[in-house]
């Protein structure tokens, strides 16, 4: 299949040469291909695609587009350093994030650098200003820029243009430009933050002057927080003892103002209604808007006192201008669950005021408002920001300044000093804003702490994505999804247990369809803002993927999965199946499936019989169980290369 990278994982790479001895390019090529495989499957949908700039215009319809709201976009100015001018900064911080940890970095390193150094800085979306202009950036100012490395080597959609200019420019020169980078990777992927690498090469190529060495994260030993805050007093150190800069103690200097309005009337407000601002423009080229759809139909593959797994059926019928391909995600936007919802109204002191209206407004034309306003508290607690997220050291030591007794402000300084002790402090207590507040101080409310620090400096909520485990040709008007419901022990602790907000979110819809309770007894307010989620339904959208059936249904497929990675394969097969039925020619399949146990988790197993029953020779399913009684350990890397040679002669076929 030429959508899979040709990348090979090490322990695929040995068990394959164990069992075939390839003698030339082509051999070579194929035991490629199925690493890229086995890469591209296990990674469980994160290798995403990049955009179709024009993609959007098929789940759109023009008369229903609104224009008027894009002419304030449009006036922006596209050129970096004019912007620089305009605005009076004399740093900039642009990131390219696809997950959102890489921005959240960027905006904490601008406001730390205004605050701690006294310097005028601002962040920047890569995709918000044409590449070229960075040449103009003079010299007297700074550019640093935070970027992530997702899948294979691919930049995030917002760093794609940046990423084709860097790479194929000529003629191009840098040489007043300083500038710093730091990189978010993953070692577990061949191309180890090979976006911030080019990017820096390409830096350096056009003669741009390096302040110190480019900093990494590596996500595999759950380090990227920690190697962020390292490099950060790193990069502080050159501010010091380079360019001379002061610091100055910190303190908090608001970039948003939150105040009430009460002249407001509740049909001004944004309620929780997803905030389209992050999927515009950079990701409106693969995804459809965000919209109300029903859940017409939800079970459990399988339950067991600590795991819970969902398939989900979503209903399209009411939108009939939006449709999926096979090989899509479904985005699910979630809601925060109520108990921790109210807790941080309690802790704050303003449970009382919780639908009092609320107008955000940035205080200079560089910073941008993160979340639909007007709106209210509740609102921003319930749907717009990730009040569930662990708070990083740097917020511990900054909610100190808030504290409303010395004991806790004594204390948060002290818990946020030393990166080993509250690594062992994390191992063991589950901590977010509100139990961390909570913590420091149970007595009295945070009534110091202002609305504006938490809008700035919480991330503000991403919806989940789910790969499609439904055939569009099969079932077009209802997309199915599968996900594993996440309950992850404390490493410390075992009996304190972290929820996943959307996985059980997800949960909680399907158990109140039943009149059950969610089995940890947790609560979300269902109905979503103005009761437009009742009767089971969630905000959603369709994101597209190349990661496609080849288009000749006769080309032979080598799928690897484990766990809720089988879900585009069970579309794949779905489609596969519905092809033969109508006479068109199928090539043969191999499924390596892996679970822990065949009595426990392996989830649609009758569906998948019934297809090899279908399918016949065509398809051979082999499965690994990780947790059979009285069997050793399989996982599907063994599996696949115990059937190396067969997995050779399909790709030598045309694979």
């Known amino acids: 299949m030429a959508t899979f990278p040709l990348n090979i994982p090490p322990e695929l790479f040995q068990e394959l040469s164990k069992y075939t001895t390839p003698t030339g390019v082509a051999d ?84 730390e650098i205004s605050i701690r150094w006294g310097q005028e800085a601002m962040t920047a979306d890569l995709s918000d ?144 209604e997803p905030n389209n601002r992050a999927e515009a423009p950079k990701a409106a080229a693969q995804s459809s808007s965000v919209r109300t759809l029903s859940i017409s139909d939800s079970r459990a593959l399988f339950t067991s006192s600590s795991r819970h797994c969902l398939h989900m059926d979503v209903d399209l019928t009411s939108q009939p201008e939006l449709s999926y391909k096979t090989g899509d995600h479904l985005a699910i936007w979630p809601g925060n669950p109520d108990v921790e919802v109210e807790r941080l109204l309690d802790v704050l002191g303003i449970s009382s005021r919780r639908d009092i209206p609320l107008g955000i407004t940035a205080l200079d034309s560089a910073t941008k408002v993160p979340i639909p306003t007007p709106t209210s508290s509740i609102a921003i607690f319930r749907y717009y920001l990730e009040i569930c997220a662990p708070v990083n050291r740097d917020n511990v030591r900054d909610l100190a300044q808030f504290a409303p007794t010395p004991e806790a402000h004594a204390y948060l300084l002290a818990l946020g000093k030393d990166k080993d002790a509250y690594a062992r402090f994390i191992g063991r207590t589950h901590i977010n804003l509100g139990r961390l507040l909570q913590l420091a101080c149970p007595d009295r409310p945070w009534k110091r702490l202002p609305l504006s620090y938490l809008v700035e ?138 679970c822990r146990n065949p009595n426990e988790d392996y989830i649609y197993r009758e569906e998948l019989e019934e297809m090899q029953a279908v399918l016949g020779d065509r398809l051979r399913i082999v499965t690994a169980f990780s947790r059979l009684e009285g069997t050793p350990r399989q996982y599907v890397q063994d599996r696949v290369g115990e059937f190396g040679k067969d997995v050779v002669e399909v790709i030598e076929e045309g694979g």
């Open 129 to 272: 200003y044409d590449p070229i202009t960075i040449s103009e950036i003079p010299n007297a100012k700074l550019a640093i820029f935070v970027v992530s490395t997702y899948g294979e080597g691919d930049p995030s959609d917002n760093t794609a243009e940046f990423w084709s200019w860097i790479s194929k420019a000529s003629e191009v020169s840098l040489s007043n430009l300083r500038y710093a980078a730091f990189g978010l990777g993953n070692t577990n992927y061949k191309f180890y933050n090979r976006v911030v690498d080019v990017i820096v090469e390409g830096l350096d190529k056009f003669s741009a002057k390096a302040l110190m060495p480019v900093g990494k994260a590596n996500d595999a030993e759950g380090a990227t927080e920690e190697d962020f805050m390292s490099w950060k007093e790193d990069l502080f150190a050159v501010f010091k003892d380079k360019l001379g800069f002061q610091e100055a103690e910190a303190r908090y200097i608001p970039s948003l103002k939150v105040e009430e309005d009460e002249s407001l009337e509740p049909i001004d407000l944004h309620h929780g």
């Open 457 to 594: 400096t919480l991330p503000h909520i991403r919806p989940r994505f789910y790969s499609i485990s439904s055939s569009s040709i099969v079932s077009p008007r209802k997309p199915s999804i599968t996900a594993i419901v996440s309950t992850t022990p404390l490493p410390d602790n075992p009996d304190e247990l972290i929820h996943g907000v959307t996985s059980n979110y997800l949960l909680a819809i399907s158990q109140q369809a039943r009149s059950q309770s969610h089995p940890s007894g947790i609560t979300y307010h269902l109905n979503g803002p103005g009761d437009a989620l009742q009767g089971g339904k969630v905000f959603a959208h369709i994101r597209r993927s190349k990661f496609k059936l080849p288009a000749l249904g006769k080309t032979p497929l080598v799928m690897v999965a484990a766990g809720t990675g089988i879900a585009p394969f069970r579309a794949f097969l779905s489609e596969r199946c519905q092809l033969l039925k109508i006479g068109k020619e199928v090539g043969p399949m191999i499924l390596f499936f892996g």
């Open 28 to 111: 070579y090529a194929a035991l490629a291909l199925i690493g890229g495989i086995g890469a591209t499957l296990l990674s469980r949908g994160r290798l995403w695609d990049k955009p179709d700039p024009l993609h959007h215009l098929w789940f759109e319809r023009p008369q229903l587009k609104n224009g008027g709201q894009a002419g304030s976009a449009n006036k922006e100015t596209r050129n970096i350093a004019q912007k620089l001018e305009e605005t009076g900064k004399n740093i900039v911080v642009f990131w390219g994030s696809q997950s959102g940890t890489a921005e959240g970095f960027a905006h904490r390193l601008a406001r």
